[in-house]
């Protein structure tokens, strides 16, 4: 391993390395120099700021400003320099890197050197829990039996003004026990000792999410000190339960680096635990945020650096999680009750309203009734984002996407054989894909599977983004529309059909608009239009506008805009344009689905089908669950309420297609002249109404679906071809009239709709579409697919 030896005994002056120059291992430092004037201390900072301070000026500028520092403590930004030749080396780093620290140094650290440390928590390694001792001795194999703990009750904002301390080393080895206990005993800082180093650990680990929730009950209304009391012993509790699960003793966790940690960590203002749990509460608490115009100047020029500012809360809210995760996986590996924890995790991770770790404080038992009914916390919406451009989310979009594949092996593993796929394609090919990427895009593809994976994965991504991003206006929005709204009007003007008079719309719309407008101002809001066209979203924004309602991005099939100034004009008008046939391809996939989650999560109104493709036969499609995933993730990421507002369309007509069998038709504006269509608004859908639901999206999707159902509108000919298909494409003009009053009664539609107008104008209809024709008092059918796609439309 290439160790280097080093002598002991005769050695006048020795050597101490504390790896970490934060408060707590400062501190540390300053204690074991000033208490050993023999010791040559040295500290390694990841900050070349602060081994500057260090070095000149014996101070901790960045941490302890106020402390001098002995001069026996120098620091360097070399981790290798700092513990060659040391007889101790102290881990002082966060947990999250201990591990790999350890691993730098491995091949550095001397023959028979004492190894202690500070940092409390667990280390994942390989997808796998470890516990700090653990990690340590499987990444530096030597200096397995001479790993100490050193924990205890001890706020370095304490300790460093030689406040009285206790401490508790735990070490396998005695000798590497006294050695610890020996350089950091002093007047006022005591060493205790034992050789249970899972016991102590374990306190000083488990006290730190308790320490979080009484931060955050000391912050939620009517908490106070009572409950902080019941939290105490039931944190302890569950700390003994883990304990032994974990093999270590209670004695042990009932002392100070246990018991004593948790009340002075919990309790203390010093506690940056403590601390961490009262932002969270105050987050939890406001309700909602908006953009100032200082923020909306510098989007023009800075927008990541305004999104970053936005998103402080999501990144607490992942440093929480990341404090009590490998718990609850630890607990559920062994089977263990841990409600308050859990309880804790649930606020953390899945953003469940506070009255659940109340409540769970206050009767642990009753944790799994109280979880089924406690709802995700929302707060209002962000206000200020409505009108940002979609080119100003493409920096955090792309960059989402890209931590999801660092941290997601299957999906990367999925991109690149997608990559080989699209590489193997023969040229020509019917199911060639390689005529959907530009040239750009096959090169950087091909260069997935080499070394530089991690560069051309991120330059694809920039040029997915790229893609997809619409350029809203505000201004060319509402000339865009406006001059399509006028057309429609002047359209129905000089035609007068379906019943229109001058200036009047071909689009009829219904729905409670005013509770629309309400949700808006409090919720995100995604619109969800039933696809009935490939234009859908042409008459949904038409109709949005008419009832003032915020203009909102659409999804646009990038197969029915050709010709770059129409591409231009839909993006300014709030378009993002979306490759269909490209939605196999997981990496364009997930930056579709991530930039959809950004603009919601950002407060700007999204609207796209959950069915993503029309249907061809009138029915209503499989909703793509996957792609609607993202709304529901969206909501556990930011917790501001999302609305669902389901939309139905129903055409008086099948929609044009002038394209190729199964292709959409090029855009052409005969979609908003030659149709006529009713438009319904649904109530909104709250999301977090249903977040207490043990299948959420399942819920959420099944009350959409039920919605569309329920407000779609049949016109007449829809109810006539339907009683045509299920009487066998055939009926006797005489018996017309009694199969459309016993059809209307059967499914209680006498109230809707007369039997007169079924038969009249369902009987015009289909003979002047050429669906059917009257040959000797009996009309028969003989465009079967044409009359079941209308008569589909009917939903009983």
Known sequence: MGLTKISYGTEKRRSVAILGAGSWGTSVAKVIAENNSNIDLIMWAYEKSVVKTINEQHKNNQYLPDIALPTNITATGNMKDAVSGAQIIILATPSKVAYDTCLKIRKNVPEGAHFGFLSKGFCRIENKIYTMSEAIARAIPDVKGRIAAIYGPSHAEEVCRGFHTCLMVAAESEVTRNAISEIITCGYVECRQTDDVRGVELG???????????????????????????????ALKEMLVLSNALNARNETVIDIAGLGDLIATSLSDHSRNRKFGKDIARQILRTGSS?????????????????????????????????????????????????????????????????????????????????????????????????????????????AVEEKINSDMFLKQEILRWAEAVRAASPGDASDLKCEYSPAELSLLGGLGTEDFGKNISALLSLYVKSV??????????????????????????????????????????????????????????????????????????????????????????????????????????????????????????????YISMMIRYGVPVMF?????????????????????????TLYQSTEEIALVPITLSYYEKPFHEGAEGVPGSFTYRRVFDNSLKLHFSEPLLVSEYSHSAHFQKRVLDILR?????????????IFCRILSENGYEIRTAEGKKLVKRFLQMHKLELSVRHRDVLRKGMEFVVRHDIGTVENKVLRVSDRDLCDYYGNQVYL
């Open 706 to 718: 039920q919605r569309w159902l329920r407000d779609m509108y049949s016109y007449p000919h829809h």
């Open 609 to 633: 089908s959950p069915e993503l493709v029309p249907s061809q036969d009138g029915t209503i499609q499989a909703v793509q669950e996957d792609f609607f995933s993202v709304v529901i993730e």
């Open 291 to 399: 953009v100032n115009m200082y923020d909306r100047l510098v989007m023009r020029f800075r927008p990541e650096y305004v999104l970053e500012k936005m998103s402080k809360r999501l990144n607490y809210l992942a440093e929480g999680a990341y404090a009590i995760e490998p718990l609850i996986e630890l607990a559920r590996e062994r089977g263990i009750t841990i409600p308050v924890y859990r309880s804790l995790y649930e606020i953390l991770l899945n953003n469940k309203e506070p009255r659940l770790l109340i409540e769970t404080v206050k009767n642990p038992e009753r944790f799994e009734e109280i979880y089924r009914e406690t709802k995700i916390h929302v707060t209002r919406k962000k206000r200020g984002m409505e009108r940002a451009r979609g080119t100003f989310f493409r920096s955090v979009t792309a960059k």
């Open 204 to 234: 000083g680990t488990l006290k730190n999410p308790a320490a979080i929730a009484a931060g955050i009950l000391s912050v939620l209304p009517k908490c106070g000190d009572n409950l902080a009391g019941a939290l105490m012993a039931e």
């Open 469 to 594: 991003t619409d350029r809203f206006s505000f201004p060319v929005s509402r000339l865009y529309f406006a001059v399509l709204r006028f057309g429609n009007y002047m359209g129905n003007a000089l035609k007068r059909e379906y019943g229109k008079g001058l200036f009047r719309s071909n689009i009829s719309i219904s729905g409670d608009v005013a509770a629309i407008r309400k949700t808006i101002r409090t919720s995100n809001v995604v619109y969800l239009p039933i696809a009935r066209d490939e234009y859908d979203f042409l008459f949904v924004s038409l109709a949005l506008r008419r009832m003032r309602l915020l203009a909102p991005r659409f999804m646009v099939n990038a197969e029915i805009v050709r010709g770059w100034f129409r591409r231009m004009m839909l993006r300014l008008a709030g378009g993002f344009i979306v490759n269909m046939r490209k939605l196999e391809d997981p990496l364009y996939r997930e930056v579709v689905k991530s």
